[in-house]
């Protein structure tokens, strides 16, 4: 195994760690996954898992297509969802689905968080759409989640919950986050008469400003 992938799998068991240590998460629910550069193949969490017994080896890697390449568990049950993103998406390389209370309560009302503050359209690229209601763990489900997604870093799953991308795990748990925040103020702006929108001018600047930063942390453009 390669030092890289050995640290992708250490990565994934730390941010497992992460969600359910933030509330993101509750129990065994959410999956992480990352793509693995050298072979296009993905590093997910397994299903059903405990993540604070969770170690390395019990990530579980699979091809493009899903076929199990390495691991000796049942990879999550929401795999067609990560996989079908990688797929369409060639910039993301990072997938985070998780169930955190406020922006469950934005997808289990059918309610888009607009494009209203500036963190959240700097990381996401603009609000948080609603992908339709399909079954958990379907095809169907992972088809309406690539379009509501579309060239976006978040997507809410109707009376499910949400969906955050980004080129590194570190990023994506950023992006899951910032729109847990992001789903918390626009209930609390309702109550205040409603959010006054930015406008997709600014929210384009904004959204390029990000991400040029983050390449140039990165060390250089891609
Ligand atoms: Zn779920």
């Known amino acids: 195994m390669s030092d890289n992938i050995a640290d992708l799998k250490e990565q994934l068991v730390v941010t497992g760690r992460s969600i359910l240590d933030r509330g993101l998460v509750a ?3 959410g999956n992480i996954s990352v793509r693995i ?4 193949n993905i590093a997910i969490t397994p299903s ?3 993540y604070h017994a969770l170690s390395a080896q019990d990530i579980v890697i699979v091809n493009n297509i899903g076929i199990k390449e390495e691991g000796e568990l049942i990879p999550s049950s929401e795999m067609p969802l990560h996989l079908a993103i990688y797929a369409v998406r060639s910039d993301i390389q990072a997938i985070i689905h998780t169930h955190s209370i406020f922006a469950s309560a934005c997808a289990v009302a059918h309610c888009a968080i607009p494009p209203m503050i500036e963190d959240l359209v ?4 603009g609000g948080v759409e609603v992908a339709e209601y399909a079954l958990p763990g379907t095809d169907e489900l992972a088809k309406n989640t690539v379009i509501a997604l579309a060239d976006r870093q978040a997507v809410l799953m109707a009376n499910h919950g949400l969906v955050g991308c980004a080129k590194t795990l570190r990023e994506a748990l950023m992006v899951v986050e910032l729109v847990e925040k992001a789903a918390q103020i626009f209930m609390y702006a309702n109550m205040l008469g409603g959010p006054k929108l930015l406008n997709k001018e600014d929210v384009a600047i904004m959204r390029r400003f990000f991400v ?4 140039l ?3 250089g453009r891609t």
């Open 27 to 29: 129990g065994t629910w």
């Open 37 to 40: 550069a050298e072979s296009g």
């Open 48 to 50: 059903g898992c405990d």
């Open 122 to 125: 700097q990381i996401v690229g």
């Open 212 to 215: 040029e930063q983050y390449q």
């Open 217 to 219: 942390r990165q060390g």
